[in-house]
């Protein structure tokens, strides 16, 4: 079965720095999608970076990045300019690319709760 | 353009009882999932439905079934309400272009459910 570790159950960081998350997935799958979601206390989930496991190229948004190494299982993601509107409860996913009635077809970590220091 | 809508936002519940939550995707979306999450279970997903067909299913009990009309629109359906039910019931509207290289995925406000 699929998991998904978030080692970082908080994290702060200076407004206008760079900070990164890290998360872990264990998989025996080789063709999946990797997500981070941002959850700010208005509870309204966002997505942030989607990363399909076929490509080699790290996947960018803005201000966010991900570095993607599918060989160690890393996923971690990069905010750079740090700005407050950045402070939310931010999960990494896993989706296996197949379509199949199991539990672990998606599956969630468990946060890190990101606090911007003005 | 209109966001994905929930309803009821909220929603006070006994147990045994049953209840039904709608969610309407993003016009031309025709990808629906759905998610439970609580404090101390976290995410987890529900089902996924597409072009009316159930793609997808989590490990939760027979208790918990959907549908999907052929607007897109969407429906979960929880009976028998247990205490362990309440929780935050998201869903997201999916679509993917490019042989699935973009996808765009938004997600509404929720339903908060409290059984008691």
């Known amino acids: 079965a699929q998991t998904v570790t978030q080692s970082q159950p908080e994290m702060s960081v200076q407004e206008a720095e760079t900070v990164t998350l890290s998360c872990t997935y264990d998989t025996s799958e080789s063709d999946y999608y990797l997500f981070w979601y941002k959850q700010p206390p208005s509870r309204q989930m966002i997505l942030v970076i989607r990363?399909?496991?076929?490509?080699?190229q790290n996947a960018t948004e803005n201000r966010f990045s991900v570095n993607f190494q599918k060989a160690a299982k890393s996923f971690s993601l990069k905010i750079s300019d740090s700005q407050l509107g950045d402070a939310a409860m931010y999960f990494c996913a896993y989706r296996s690319a197949w379509d199949l009635n199991r539990d672990d077809k998606i599956i969630f970590g468990k946060g890190t709760r990101l606090h911007i220091l003005p | 353009k209109a966001g994905v809508t929930q309803t009821p936002r909220y929603l006070i519940k006994t147990r045994g009882q049953q209840v039904t939550l709608s969610c309407s995707p993003i016009?031309?979306?025709?990808?629906v999932s759905w998610y439970q999450q609580t404090p101390g279970q976290g995410l987890q997903f529900l089902f996924e439905y597409f072009s009316e067909t159930q793609r997808n299913k989590g490990n939760f009990p027979g208790r918990f079934s959907g549908r999907q009309f052929s607007n897109s629109r969407s429906e979960m359906n929880v009976s028998t309400l247990e205490l362990g039910d309440s929780a935050l019931y998201l869903c997201?509207?999916?679509?993917?272009?490019?042989?699935?290289?973009?996808?765009?995925?938004?997600f509404g406000p929720g339903t908060r459910l409290l059984v008691l």
């Open positions: 997201a509207s999916s679509l993917v272009q490019g042989a699935g290289s973009k996808e765009t995925q938004y």
């Open positions: 990363q399909e496991a076929y490509k080699q």
């Open positions: 016009s031309g979306h025709r990808s």
